[in-house]
């Protein structure tokens, strides 16, 4: 293989260019930047040199040896492949204040959403796990990996890696694969892979303290601590071990505490983030409602008057910015020389993920009925008195709903790497496991218990006086808690591969070839308790939730290297996989890699993808839960207006109950991926690239939005005997084809001069189009630069650039992120929510003797999220999915090294 600028060989002397990727990352294509096989202890190269070397713009550059770079099976002398890989070292990410798995990838500008423990507001419970979506195409096409190999999906989502297992304090570095389809990895990643690297043979200490907090009041701080340490050298000693300890702490913020952002009931902006069941209660029958304090313009605590002679209840004022999270994490991992060229390790993670979930207190889902001639019938001449009312009542006097969960992540890896007879080998068995705990911990309520209560004058439901002793019990009667539901998911696999070199074919460098296989069984199983489950009515659980399901995966897999002429490589892989319960399929890819002068590099890629639905998917049992605010019913308030018997409060711009769950006929997603690439290096000094590149995906697997239900399928909604909507069904299903494509940009800049070293890194995302069906036949939607119902947003530019200065033993930064605007999720209201730019600084200081102190402050202008009308994530006024309400951040690290 030809050496060049962009291809530092053996014997090179090379100074690297800075990070490809904005956060200060490195491509694959910047040799000197590329780090440590996943699965080997070979490096590429020297780690960045400490401040006081790089101020003099003298970096160190060492043999290479051979190692694999994250996306091809091959091991090869130089780090440029014919993919896109990013390749983010931890020590850029730790100065930047990144505390978490979740905040490095949500920085990614080839990642479209966040998914954390601020987003969840009522039942949606997320448990506070995080997922990657590269491309925005789903969580469930981001394949996750930890040292190149697949960990369990979250239990409780079932289709992803829950970010929050990856051991932070324990990571080397991280490559980003932004080609997706991987035939070496599995075909399920469409979006692409992101493989998380450990420290291995490691020698010495490390401890490191952090402290952040809002400069606004009302909480939101947190803190970590971690501690890594490793002792033997592989080579020298035969043996290395290691242990990795990390804990971070994050405490809640109430949405209360941010008015700035803060929104309740605006139509005029299209704000509905209010409910129909209210303290004191509403009432119904037939067409006739009312509410004790309706006269007076709902003149009570957390009461909004919104017509139609009910009033609504402001649920949005029990939900929080951010939740109260501990995040503990254990990784070691033992390695011993077998002989000359062989070793084997055992590696263990452990980790717990607690968080606390606040939401608004119980809502009597079922709409219980209070008898005539019982004591707390509503008196109004208008109703029917030989008939019953329904109640829409909010359980106050219980307090909020809070639920405690429990994430548990498990993994034992044994693998065994060498070299014989010019073949490099790589096997491993492994075992991985996740758990989560779903525990009601209070304000769950039966609406059977409370019925009861209000027909027999225990607890009245148009009241807001305090409770007699005798409603005191009779709540207490009514409460349902405890642990409710266990979800597990256990892989067990083995996987193997072969590679070696195969000679010159074509006078133009060694053509290599890897063969490889692996098998996984998989299981989830769910348990329920069925009186809790049956009890806690606004939980949205079924008592019957319970699934116990498995399948075995088996892979068989090649790939092919040879360059053709000087400059010019081709590789192929073909990938088979036969599934126990979906069946079987064969995908291929080809890539190529050409060089014609010193200063360029030309990539690109075709793959096809192959995703079977996950066990979640299939069987996640039927469960209710509300739907996002604002909807109307189309047969009671067609348009928004009451008709038919319609009541305004009950039937318009309101919340439903929706059923969500898996389905057992659901079909494997397939797709198609293409990228083509530039990289420029006309100096040392300087680098730029363009990387093109093109999704298509059939059968994709989702859930329909209750809106798109409504508005297409109105039919199969289900009722009340009153005609009203009991729920929406919203279980999955094949929607149809998602098309999209763009560019990742990406500029890097570094100048020695005698006041330190100063380096500029860009990157950004460009999407020129994303288009998707909501079902078989139905017409494109766009999706980028528009919010689109159940969906959020594709955002047409993302980028992010960072500015550095070091010399000696000091260093400072500047960041700067961005996002452009869109379209809102009701245009007719708000046309356009905002653009978002955030500026991060920080400055470091290392001391002679090894501790090194870093201050910085994350969104210094102290910005607020642009208005958003979005009714489906979080809290109203703004979308906490791409958007931050903490406001400014102040943070302090210390490290010290031994």
Known sequence: ???????????????????????????????????????????????????????????????????????????????????????????????????????????????????????????????????????????????????????????????????????????????????????????????????????????????EFGYETPTQGGGGDSNDISATWGNGDLEEDGFNIMGSLSYRKQNHLDYTDRDSIREIYDPASGIYSVSSYAYPANYYQGDISGNPLAASGCNGTGLVDTGGGTCSYDYGRYGQVQQDSEKTSLYTRASARLAENHSASLSYLWSRSKNTSLSAPSPTSSAPEIQPGTPFYPDDPALDPTQPVSVRWRGIPAGARETYNTIDAKRLVLDFTGDFSGFNYDSAVSWNRSTTDLDYRGGYLSDDDLENAFNDGLIDPFS?????????????????????????????????????????????GSSAIAVGGDYRHERLKLDTDADVASRATSGGLSPDASVNEDRDVKGVYSELNVPLIDGLEITAAVRYDDYSDVGDTTNPKISFRYQPVRQLLIRGAYSEGFRAPTLYELYDPQALTFSPSGLSDPQLCPGGTPANGGVATRDCNTQFQEQQGGNEDLEPEEARNWTLGFVFQPFDSFSAGLDFWWVEIENEVSAPTSAYVIANDPGSIARNDDGSIDYIPVQNQNLGK?????????????????????????????????????????????????????????????????????????????????????????????????????????????????????????????????????????????????????????????????
């Not at 989502?157 to 324990?170: R, S």
Request: aromatic share 10%.
């Open 1 to 207: 293989m030809a050496c060049s600028p962009l291809s530092l060989a053996e014997g090179d002397d090379y100074v690297a260019p800075p990070a490809e990727e904005s956060d200060n990352g490195r491509d694959a294509v910047a040799p000197a930047a590329a780090a440590p096989s996943g699965d080997t202890n070979e490096e590429i190269a020297a780690p960045a040199a400490p401040a006081a070397v790089a101020a003099d713009g003298d970096t160190p550059t060492r043999d290479l040896g051979r190692v694999e770079v994250t996306g091809s099976a091959i091991a090869r002398t130089d780090a440029e492949t014919a993919v896109p890989v990013t390749i983010i070292q931890a020590d850029e990410i730790k100065q930047q204040g990144i505390t978490s798995t979740e905040e490095l990838v949500s920085q990614l500008s080839s990642n479209d959403t966040s998914f954390g423990p601020g987003l969840s507001t009522g039942t949606a419970i997320t448990a506070g796990a995080s997922f990657a979506n590269l491309r925005g195409i789903g969580t469930d096409k981001t394949l996750v990996l930890l040292n190149g190999r697949r960990l369990a999906n979250n239990s409780l989502d079932g289709g992803a890696v829950d970010l929050n297992t990856i051991p932070f304090g324990a990571i080397e570095r991280v490559e980003v694969l932004r080609d997706g389809a991987s035939a070496i990895y599995g075909t399920d990643a469409i979006g692409g892979v992101i493989n998380f690297i450990t420290k291995k043979n490691l020698s010495g200490g490390d401890i």
């Open 738 to 898: 998602t098309k999209t494509n763009g560019v990742d940009i990406s500029a890097n800049y570094r100048k020695p001069t005698t006041y330190g070293l100063f380096t500029i890194g860009y990157s950004g995302t460009y999407v020129d189009r994303y288009d998707f069906q909501e079902s078989p036949d139905s017409s494109y939607v766009s999706n980028v630069g528009h919010y689109r119902s159940g969906y959020g947003t594709i955002f047409r530019w993302k980028h992010k650039v960072t500015f550095n200065w070091a010399r000696g033993q000091w260093a400072a930064g500047l960041i700067n992120h961005y996002q452009s605007g869109y379209d809102d999720y009701d245009t007719e209201t708000h046309d356009e929510v905002g653009s978002y730019t955030t500026w991060d600084a920080l400055a470091s200081y290392m001391f002679m003797a090894g501790p090194r102190i870093t201050l910085g402050v994350k969104n210094m202008f102290d910005r607020d999220p642009p208005f958003s009308n979005q009714p489906e994530v979080g809290q109203s006024g703004y979308d906490a999915r791409y958007a931050d309400a903490l406001g400014r951040t102040v943070y302090a690290r210390l490290n010290y090294t031994f």
């Open 464 to 508: 807001t006086d305090p409770l007699t002793e005798a409603g005191q019990q009779a709540l207490a009667d009514a409460e349902a808690s405890g642990l409710v539901w266990t979800a597990q998911t256990d892989v067990y696999a083995w996987d193997g591969k072969l590679s070696r070199e195969i000679g010159d074919w074509f006078g133009a």
